[in-house]
């Protein structure tokens, strides 16, 4: 039997993440797997990134990249591609502002796949979005879920990037789901999140979503203090709103934000004007 914890979509949400170390260390698991998506949307960058070390030399980790940290790379290679201060992208900036060198060289090192073998079980696929993307959301297309599901070596495929937990069985194999770490949307209660654990035996997983209590309150302290208010500040209120609800108020923001810049017919790219932002957020009485 091996137990193999699968921890997804943290986006700097270093308070969960320690949290979630004294769980794994109660469980003692014989393998971790990191789903992608380490950073963004929460301050203090460089908290999360030791406690990612933290785990890597104390349990054997297999990380997979994330689209966060495509978006950084990408923009580290162009520092000219318009990222600004503002809710857009700003919380980009502010995060690519505070990682150093080596992390930076730790995420280009990462796949956006990866086949793990362990012992005598079968091979698990792990990957952010699919094994084709880091963007891209299976977990309500089931022709895709049985495409992807058709294409595996063994009979998991472990998914992150919805935030939502579900498992799906096709064809006797098993697509899992995982929920995120740092911005739960599950309808956890306030300052609660999960990670997944995987029971393998043979060809059999059992799957369970073990819940990871937090300190929140002590976290949006430390986000109002921090410089991310100053670099995206209605994306970091939604980012609040999002803890204290664990809900995606962000996502709820960026698209009414984004109606009413189509109603003034905005033809300015992928980063909103603020005052979109500032728009969204009223009526949605988030600030």
Not at 3 to 17: F, P, T
Not at 28 to 42: E, Q
Not at 207 to 219: C, F, N, P, R
Request: with cysteine.
């Amino acid at each position: 039997m091996s137990k193999i914890i699968v921890i997804s979509d943290i986006h700097s949400n270093y308070a969960a993440l320690e949290s979630a170390y004294h769980t794994v260390v109660k469980i003692n698991p014989d393998c971790i797997i990191f789903l992608g998506d380490y950073v963004t949307d929460f301050p203090y960058t460089q908290r999360t990134m030791r406690l990612i070390y933290k785990f890597r030399s104390a349990y054997d980790c297999r990380f997979i990249r994330g689209n966060r940290e495509d978006s950084i790379l990408c923009h580290h290679k162009n520092r000219n591609d318009g990222w600004c201060c503002g809710s857009s992208v700003g919380s980009f900036l502010y995060t690519y502002e505070n990682l150093t060198a080596a992390d930076l060289d730790f995420f280009a090192g990462l796949p956006h796949c990866l086949e793990i073998k362990l012992d005598d079980l079968p091979v698990i696929t792990a990957c952010h979005g699919t094994p084709n993307s880091t963007t891209e959301n299976i977990l309500t297309d089931s022709f895709a879920q049985i495409k992807y599901a058709d294409k595996l070596k063994g009979n998991i495929l472990i998914c992150g990037h919805t935030h939502h937990k579900k498992i799906v069985c096709v064809n006797g194999r098993k697509i899992i789901f995982c929920p995120s770490l740092g911005v739960p949307q599950d309808g956890e209660e306030y300052g609660h999140t999960a990670i997944t654990l995987l029971t393998c035996t043979g060809n059999n997983a059992e799957v369970e979503y073990i819940d990871i209590k937090y300190d929140a309150d002590s976290l949006i302290d430390d986000y109002r203090k921090s410089d991310l208010i100053k670099y995206a500040p209605i994306f970091s209120e939604c980012m609040i709103k999002n803890i204290q609800l664990n809900n995606d108020i962000t996502y709820q923001c960026v698209v009414l934000a984004w109606k009413y810049a189509e109603r003034d017919n905005f033809h300015g790219g992928e980063i909103l004007p603020e005052k979109y932002w500032e728009k969204a957020a009223k009526e949605l009485k988030i600030v």
